[in-house]
Structures are given as C-alpha cells and as structure tokens.
C-alpha cells in the first residue's frame, strides 16, 4: 500500500519526504487554509519536493468553474492530481480532464455507490473519508471493503484512497481491506513505527553490547 501524506504545509512534508517513504501528498481547501499561504505557490514547491502525486482540489462548484480551476491547477506540475468533489458537475469534470490526460481524485466519498460512479467518470483515485463515516456511527473501513468488491468484480482500475485516517488501526485496516494508499496526518506518520518492544529491544541490544565491549570494527 502506498502512503501518501495529508498536508499542504511545506514544513511538514519536508521532514518526511526525506525518509524516501512518502509516496504522494494530498490537500485540501482546509489545509491550504491552516498554511496561510498562496494555495499555488505551495502546490509549486510541494510538487517539486514530492516526486509522486499531489492532490490539488478546486474550489468552483459548477462544470465550467471546475474545469477551469482544474486545467489551471494541473499547468503547476505534471505530478500534480486534480481533486474535485462527488457531485454531478464534478464527475462531468472528472470526465472531461481525464480525457485530456489529467489524473484526477475524486473527494468526498461516502458511499460505495458513489465511489462507483467515480470510477466510470474515470478517476485515477477515489477518496473515501474512513474517519468522518466513523464520527457518524457508521462503518468506515466497510466502506473500504465494499468499495474493493465493487472494483475488482467489474475491473475498475481507479485506485482507493483510503483518506481521513485518524490512527494507526486506520493504517491497518486500511491495508487488510485492499485500500491501495492512505492518506495520512503528519502525526499519525509519525507514530507509524511506535512499539515499545521495538524501544526495549533496541536498548537491551545496547547495553548488552556495551558491557561485553562489542564493536564493529573498520567504522
Ligand atoms: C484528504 O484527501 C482529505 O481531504 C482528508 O483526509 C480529510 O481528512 P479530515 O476528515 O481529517 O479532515
């Protein structure tokens, strides 16, 4: 599963793109927000710091506008994904940028029904919120599944983007239900690697080697 990050701050991303582990980034409006920052010009050099996909969504609602805002936005970079929401307009824009060679992501998924016309607009990845189902009572990882089935019975090669992941059971749910990337908060990218038997292993292997006086010789 690839693991793109869930950020639009250029701080951020630079403290994990150099892990070699970042796979993509995704945006948001709301994340653009937070930055304070020109939304194109942090596109600009997150696109070049990034070598994988780079959502950048539209504002606009209706057809024109968001065919517009998406053509502007794909001229950035030829890494970046052009993100719009599940809605009419924005499936007939989906339509019609992929038909110009643009990848497109497809926002704001809630149902497996949705995620399906998403696919036969032909988006390159679909993008259903796991944690925002959650926060309702509902099932997001089933959602996940039911997205999966979907797919693979008729052959949609658009790609699941598990998104609004909140901890790292998401992380894992995620890659046993077949999501083929998750979008992930700095944060939750951080804490990825946390177990404490890793940390208390590494510090018996230390002491161990210390006391005994081992060493690697010629470093
Ligand atoms: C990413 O594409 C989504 O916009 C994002 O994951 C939403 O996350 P949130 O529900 O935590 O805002």
């Known amino acids: 599963m690839k693991i793109f990050l869930d950020s639009a701050d250029i701080k ?39 070598p994988g996909s780079v959502s950048a969504e539209v504002l606009a609602t209706d057809f024109d506008g968001i065919l517009s805002q998406g053509r502007r936005l794909a001229k950035i970079a030829s890494n970046i994904t052009v993100k719009v929401p599940l809605t009419w307009d924005g499936l007939k824009a989906c339509r019609a940028l992929a038909g110009e060679g643009t990848t497109v992501n497809v926002t704001l998924c809630f149902s497996p029904v949705q995620a399906m016309m998403a696919a036969k607009a032909g988006a390159t990845y679909i993008s259903p919120f796991i944690g925002r189902v959650d926060d309702v009572g509902e099932d997001g990882m089933g959602l996940i599944r039911d997205i999966r089935t979907i797919y693979d019975n008729y052959g949609f090669t658009t790609q699941i983007l598990a998104a609004s992941v909140r901890h790292i059971m998401h992380v894992r749910e995620a890659a046993l239900a077949g999501a083929d990337i998750a979008t992930i908060p700095p944060s939750v990218f951080k804490s990825l690697l946390n177990h404490p038997l890793t940390d208390k292993g590494l510090a018996a292997f ?11 010789r010629g470093t």
């Open 12 to 50: 951020e991303i630079r403290e994990f793109a150099d892990s070699g582990l970042v796979d993509g980034i995704t945006t948001n409006p709301s994340l653009a927000a937070k930055t304070g920052r020109d939304y194109v010009e942090a596109l600009e050099e997150i696109a070049k710091l990034v």
């Open 206 to 216: 230390l002491a161990d080697a210390q006391k005994a006086g081992v060493k690697i």
